[in-house]
C-alpha cells in the first residue's frame, strides 16, 4: 500500500458509510511504514471531519486485545495501517472485527 492508496482508502470508506463520525485505525509501531500509512490515514480522516483513534498490534497476540479496546471506544469502523502481520492474520481481524 502506498500512502496515496491509504488516503484514498478513508475517502472512500467514508463515502461508502457515509454516517461514520468515529474512525479506529489499526497499525504496528514497530513496522515503520505502518506508522506513515496510520498518519496518512489519520490526516485524511480528520480532513474528512472524522474523530481518529490510532489502535497498536505488534503480534498477532495483541489482537484480541486490541478489538476489544476498538469496541470500547465505539468505533464506527476499523482501517489497517498494513503489515505482513495483518496480512497473514486478515481472516482472524475480519472476524474480530464483527
Not at 496515496?4 to 511504514?33: G, M, W
Not at 474523530?51 to 476489544?68: Q, S
Request: proline share 3%; glycine share 4%.
Amino acid at each position: 500500500m502506498t500512502l496515496d492508496v491509504a488516503v484514498k482508502e478513508v475517502e472512500i470508506f467514508k463515502e461508502a458509510l457515509p454516517h461514520v463520525s468515529r474512525l479506529a485505525i489499526l497499525q504496528n509501531p514497530n513496522y515503520t511504514f505502518s506508522t506513515h500509512i496510520a498518519q496518512a490515514m489519520k490526516t485524511a480522516a480528520g480532513r474528512l471531519e472524522l474523530t481518529v483513534d490510532l489502535f497498536d498490534a505488534l503480534t498477532a497476540n495483541d489482537l484480541d486485545r486490541t478489538f476489544h479496546e476498538i469496541a470500547q471506544h465505539r468505533a464506527d469502523g476499523v482501517l489497517i495501517a498494513g503489515t505482513p502481520m495483518f496480512v497473514s492474520e486478515r481472516k482472524r481481524i475480519a472476524e474480530l472485527g464483527r
